[in-house]
């Protein structure tokens, strides 16, 4: 296969860069086979095979190689895009938005600099993952943990720059981080916040610092190379019960989320929850042909028949207690009275059901990384996904309405639907798992329609989605048109200031330099 050059770049101009990004990190850290490079396309391709396949992967060690890789590619114009582990696995991996754009894998630098186990925060960089940093606290006897999302592999700092979420009471990671080192396109290095005064002592307990507060332009966006982060760890909890709460109708959905929402508001329920939708969660025990092998979606009545031979409702509901033995009895008391108020609805602790989820839940919800939730890629011979994640207030109405419009395009589109709702104190990320046969070519496009429709109709209604696979980054920014795309405009204005050459990760969040604009990518 011929190799993926970016747009306008030779093969000259190309072997110029790569000799510039070997001179600056070793000939062994920089990658232009085949082989090596093609483990950094998309893993679950949504367009051709290949289609978001990097022309070579760069792999620095240190922030001085970081600086002099983002030098060499500013001067011989090749676009860089950087990942610190690529596990982001349904928004596309560790492949570039822009085909053809070099990688730069940030792996090696995985140290932890800091663990404060008084005031509770550690400072990682960007190869470090969950599993990692988890396993850190735990053998040196820290009294804090780290909050985990769906699988631990991830990078903490690369999950936490995508606006990432986790179930603990530290779910939110952009919400708990403190303070980020960033190397500018033009290879200048910045400390965000109170980390900008040399030797300070608060970078990581105060997050604004002095002036403006810049940290989050370097999330969701191609502004800098984030190099360092500090984020606040949970407390060891007193105690600790998971549980879950089986629904048995679809339209259970909104007296729930009614009854859900002042107990996330005066935080009776203390963490994210998260609501799973009865495929999804079926996926876990085994194929989708044990079920059901005829076409278009899983009929209802083989959903009833999964329903009862594994014990699982239409919905199914994961949380947590926290805290000593008395907190947590009194917390489950009100938990389970005001959802007894749904009729047929069912409350089991972890281990008094063999759920395969509940048993993974309560790992994740005490923050203990484990790569378990995988296990629902059994659902489909060669399983792929592509998520979508529409945001919802938190209200009744709201739930049913958005997940209805999604079920119907589901059925209209001939594909299982499979949820998982996501509960913040006033709104909900409805994250839907599009699973399709990567090798199916009809699959891959049928699915990519449904995501587009999905993402339009949800908009229509005023429900835009917080993060997206490359093949759609451009659909998504677009529904963000407020006053002819002021917001895009405004990202675009700040990527020609800090990027003028726009080498760095080009049209990542839609956000594409000033050429590749003129040019139409
Ligand atoms: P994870 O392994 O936790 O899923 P990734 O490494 O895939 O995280 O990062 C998610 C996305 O965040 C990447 O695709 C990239 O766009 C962005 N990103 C990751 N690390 C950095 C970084 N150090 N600096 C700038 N952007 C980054």
């Known amino acids: 296969m011929a190799r993926n050059l970016p747009p306008g770049i030779t093969e000259p101009h190309f072997t110029a860069a790569v000799e510039a990004f070997r001179r600056a990190v070793g000939d062994k850290w920089v990658l232009t086979g085949e082989d090596e490079v093609a483990g950094y396309r998309d893993p679950f391709p949504i367009l051709d ?35 610190s582990r690529g596990k982001n696995l349904g928004f596309g991996g560790p492949a570039p938005r822009l085909p053809g754009a070099a990688v730069l894998d940030l792996k090696r630098m995985n140290r932890i600099l800091d663990v404060d186990d008084r005031l509770g925060y550690a400072v990682v960089e960007p190869g470090v993952t969950f599993i990692d940093l988890a396993a850190y606290l735990h053998e040196h006897g820290s009294r804090f943990r780290v909050d985990v999302p769906d699988l631990g592999w991830g990078s903490v700092l690369g999950n936490t720059l995508e606006r990432g979420m986790g179930y603990t009471p530290y779910s939110d990671h952009f919400a708990t981080q403190c303070g980020m080192e960033v190397v500018l396109p033009d290879g200048d290095v910045v400390r965000t ?47 600790f019960r998971a549980y879950m709460i089986t629904l048995p109708r679809e339209e259970d959905l909104a007296p729930f989320t009614e009854i859900l929402r002042p107990l996330r508001l005066d935080r009776t329920i203390s963490h994210v929850p998260s609501m799973r939708s009865l495929l999804l969660d079926a996926a876990a025990q085994g194929p989708r042909s044990a079920y059901f092998s005829g076409d278009g979606p899983v009929p209802g009545s083989v959903q009833r028949r999964i329903m009862a031979d594994q014990r699982i409702g239409m919905w199914n509901f994961y949380g947590a207690l926290y805290g000593t033995e008395a907190a947590m009895d009194a917390q489950w008391s009100v938990i389970r009275d005001a959802f007894s108020a749904i009729p047929g609805a069912g409350f089991h602790f972890a281990g008094e059901h063999d759920s395969p989820v509940l048993a993974a839940r309560a790992k994740i919800m005490a923050g203990r990384p484990n790569l378990e939730t995988a296990g629902i890629f059994q659902w489909l011979d060669n399983a792929g996904h592509i998520d ?32 998982n709702f ?39 209604h005023g429900y835009g989605a917080y993060r997206a696979h490359p093949a759609i980054m451009d659909r998504v920014a677009a529904t963000y048109g407020f006053n002819d795309n002021a917001l895009l405009r405004l990202s675009e204005r700040i990527k020609d200031a800090l990027d003028p050459n726009g080498v760095l990760a080009p049209g990542k969040q839609g ?7 003129a040019t139409g990518h």
């Open 388 to 419: 979508v994640a529409p945001m919802a207030p938190a209200t009744g109405e709201d739930a049913l309405r958005l997940y209805e419009l999604a079920r119907d395009l589901y059925l209209e589109f001939g594909k299982d639907y499979m949820g």
């Open 511 to 517: 956000i594409w330099p000033r050429a590749l604009r």
């Open 422 to 460: 996501i509960f913040g104190e006033r709104e909900m990320h409805q994250i839907h798992l599009m699973m399709f046969d990567t090798e199916d070519a009809g699959d891959r496009a049928r699915t990519l329609r449904l995501c587009e429709a999905l993402i339009g109709r949800a908009a229509e």
């Open 193 to 239: 916040g109170m980390g900008a005064l040399p030797g300070s002592r608060t970078a990581q307990v105060y997050p604004y610092g002095y002036g403006p507060s810049y940290d989050g332009m370097f999330t969701q966006s191609n502004f800098g190379v984030v190099t360092k982060m500090g984020l606040w760890l949970l407390p060891e909890p007193a105690g």
């Open 49 to 83: 095979p290949g289609h978001f396949a990097p022309s070579a992967v760069v792999l620095p060690a240190t922030v001085e190689e970081v600086q002099a890789v983002v030098e060499a590619a500013d001067r011989h114009r090749v676009p860089l895009a950087p990942i």
